[in-house]
């Protein structure tokens, strides 16, 4: 079964500095994985998705993903935080099918001017 | 591309009564998914969609829970007999489904459901 685990539930950065968020996955077949944002009250907005074979994914928003096998690992990241980067950010995995997919419990990311 | 649209945004009732709500995917979409959220959690699986056939149900669906998709377009989601850990955010969502897992969900605004 896929799982994955965002460890940090909240994440304070100051404006123009280097935002890490971290997710870690489950899986016994390659993943399928997946950043969201949600703004208050919104729904969830894809930021990227992993493509097999690639180490760096980019997407919106200025951010991007490394996939590392090694570590099961899909950190998200950001060089240069802006204020209206505050929002919670979900990890997803899904499986082959695209039956399911199975999010973690979030990290809600603070901006400090 | 209209996105996925959800109806209302927001529902009081009262705990016992019954709710129901609506989710129009994006038009070319034949996946649809219903997902709920409680605060500070992250979005719970319920039921997914192809087409007109409920293929995924989760355990969480009770039986006061029971979702349709009658002609494998808009989408309804009906809870009878509410109670008041039923307050959440009920998000849908929908996918092509080309790249099967690799298929994006692209989410609607929610509904969001406060049972006093």
């Known amino acids: 079964a896929q799982s994955v685990t965002q460890l940090g539930s909240h994440v304070s950065v100051s404006e123009g500095a280097l935002v890490l968020l971290r997710c870690n996955y489950s899986s016994s077949v390659p993943p399928y994985l997946f950043w969201y944002v949600q703004y208050p009250n919104q729904g969830l907005q894809l930021l990227l998705k992993?493509?097999?074979?690639?180490?760096l994914v980019k997407g919106i928003n200025g951010f991007e993903a490394e996939f590392k096998k090694s570590e099961t690992s899909f950190h998200l990241t950001k060089p240069s935080a802006h204020m209206s980067d505050a929002a919670e950010y979900f990890c997803a995995v899904s499986g082959n099918t695209g039956n399911q997919f199975y999010f973690g419990t979030g990290t809600s990311l603070t901006v400090i001017p | 591309d209209t996105g996925v649209s959800q109806n209302p945004r927001h529902k009081i009732t009262k705990r016992g009564q019954n709710v129901t709500f609506r989710c129009d995917p994006i038009s070319e979409h034949n996946r649809l998914y219903w997902y709920r959220q409680t605060l500070g959690q992250g979005p719970e699986f319920l039921t997914y969609?192809?087409?007109?056939?409920?293929?995924?149900k989760s355990r969480l669906l009770s039986d006061r829970f029971s979702a349709e998709r009658p002609k494998g377009s808009f989408s309804t989601l009906e809870i009878q007999r509410t109670e008041q850990g039923d307050s959440a955010m009920y998000l849908c969502a929908s996918s092509s489904g080309r790249d099967r897992g690799n298929s994006p969900l692209h989410f609607g605004n929610g509904t969001r459901l406060t049972v006093t």
């Open positions: 969609f192809q087409n007109e056939a409920q293929l995924e």
């Open positions: 992993y493509t097999t074979g690639a180490t």
